[in-house]
């Protein structure tokens, strides 16, 4: 070991956003890191950092920002030196780092499927013509709309509290969660129904947790190496490579999943207009290894099917 271990004295310092998911994630990297170095809890310590992603809960995404809404405020701390480290939910990372910074950890994988969440249906076939459902996800509207165009879509954002109290208003009838949050937060008793990724493609990176370092902090990739997880950061490669060629953002409705199966690897991939009249898939297969060329051909494919102007 060439780098000095932190000591409640001199913690190690995690940010992360403030929602009760993030901390969640955060506390799930420091037990972690805890137990990798055989370290008390109290030689890491949790930052939480406003972000302007939380603080606008009224308008779209794309309204105000995109992805990097999430991360922005985070970032500028690990580079000013504020944190050691940034926990991150991958589906919320734009595909390109700020110069300077590093995202190359990842920790095991969750479930990747969305779920279902109303009060009174147990999946979309159950919902009523013309039933109002609630999402903030474009990539949701848009696979909702091209399954059922007879729906009414509106705006739904807020932690799951938030969620379910507008449910129970009657502001709509049904919306979705990612059933990694669900199971992170240790809330089975929330009414839902997980959603297959034959039925429901998910966000690129869904379920999956991604720890930012500064680039040149030797102590910081030491320490994060000790809790990659291999596997995940295969499956990722794949994903993010197909998302990055498609120029991915919280504009763009793209789905894309990749699973393992020992050296192999299945990689799904979709694009959608925002209005759910189009959809172009994609479903390959090949080694591990090729994974990010793979992603890169995919792209490729759907964007030649579709046409320069989809988007």
Same mark, same amino acid.
């Given at each position: 070991?060439?780098?000095?271990?932190?000591?409640?004295?001199?913690? @190690?310092?995690?940010?992360?956003?403030?929602?009760?998911?993030? &901390? +969640?994630?955060?506390?799930?990297?420091?037990?972690? %890191? /805890? !137990?990798?170095?055989?370290?008390?809890?109290?030689?890491?310590?949790?930052?939480?950092?406003?972000?302007?992603?939380?603080?606008?809960?009224?308008?779209?995404?794309?309204?105000?920002?995109?992805?990097?809404?999430?991360?922005?405020?985070?970032?500028?701390?690990?580079?000013?030196?504020?944190?050691?480290?940034?926990?991150?939910?991958?589906?919320?990372?734009?595909?390109?780092?700020?110069?300077?910074?590093?995202?190359?950890?990842?920790?095991?994988?969750?479930?990747?499927?969305?779920?279902?969440?109303?009060?009174?249906?147990?999946?979309?076939?159950?919902?009523?013509?013309?039933?109002?459902?609630?999402?903030?996800?474009?990539?949701?509207?848009?696979?909702?709309?091209?399954?059922?165009?007879?729906?009414?879509?509106?705006? @739904?954002?807020?932690?799951?509290?938030?969620?379910?109290?507008? &449910? +129970?208003?009657?502001?709509?009838?049904?919306?979705? %969660? /990612? !059933?990694?949050?669900?199971?992170?937060?240790?809330?089975?008793?929330?009414?839902?129904?997980?959603?297959?990724?034959?039925?429901?493609?998910?966000?690129?990176?869904?379920?999956?947790?991604?720890?930012?370092?500064?680039?040149?902090?030797?102590?910081?990739?030491?320490?994060?190496?000790?809790?990659?997880d291999g596997p995940?950061?295969?499956?990722?490669?794949?994903?993010?490579?197909?998302?990055?060629?498609?120029?991915?953002?919280?504009?763009?409705?793209?789905?894309?999943?990749?699973?393992?199966?020992?050296?192999?690897?299945?990689?799904?991939?979709?694009?959608l207009r925002t209005?759910?009249?189009?959809?172009?898939?994609?479903?390959?297969?090949?080694?591990?290894?090729?994974?990010?060329?793979?992603?890169?051909?995919?792209?490729?494919?759907?964007?030649?099917?579709?046409?320069?102007?989809?988007?």
């Amino acid at each position: 070991m060439t780098f000095t271990l932190p000591t409640p004295a001199q913690a @190690f310092k995690i940010g992360t956003r403030g929602s009760p998911l993030a &901390l +969640a994630q955060a506390n799930e990297t420091r037990e972690r %890191l /805890a !137990k990798a170095f055989d370290l008390p809890f109290e030689a890491f310590t949790i930052v939480v950092i406003k972000v302007t992603g939380d603080q606008v809960l009224d308008r779209p995404l794309k309204e105000i920002g995109g992805k990097g809404l999430f991360t922005r405020e985070i970032e500028e701390a690990l580079l000013d030196g504020t944190i050691d480290i940034a926990v991150h939910s991958m589906k919320d990372m734009p595909v390109e780092q700020p110069g300077g910074l590093l995202l190359d950890t990842y920790l095991p994988r969750e479930d990747v499927r969305d779920a279902f969440v109303s009060l009174s249906a147990k999946g979309l076939g159950d919902l009523a013509q013309g039933a109002t459902v609630g999402t903030s996800s474009l990539r949701r509207r848009s696979q909702l709309l091209a399954r059922r165009p007879d729906l009414n879509i509106v705006e @739904f954002r807020g932690n799951v509290q938030t969620r379910l109290k507008k &449910l +129970a208003d009657g502001v709509a009838e049904a919306t979705f %969660l /990612a !059933k990694a949050g669900l199971n992170r937060l240790d809330m089975p008793d929330v009414p839902h129904t997980a959603i297959s990724p034959d039925d429901m493609l998910p966000a690129v990176a869904q379920g999956a947790i991604g720890i930012e370092r500064r680039e040149g902090d030797s102590r910081a990739a030491e320490m994060l190496a000790a809790i990659h997880d291999g596997p995940t950061g295969q499956r990722l490669a794949a994903e993010r490579a197909f998302l990055a060629a498609l120029d991915g953002s919280c504009e763009t409705p793209i789905g894309g999943l990749a699973d393992l199966d020992g050296n192999n690897m299945r990689l799904r991939g979709e694009i959608l207009r925002t209005d759910g009249t189009e959809v172009y898939a994609d479903d390959v297969s090949g080694a591990i290894e090729d994974g990010p060329e793979m992603g890169r051909a995919m792209a490729a494919r759907l964007l030649a099917q579709a046409g320069p102007d989809f988007f």
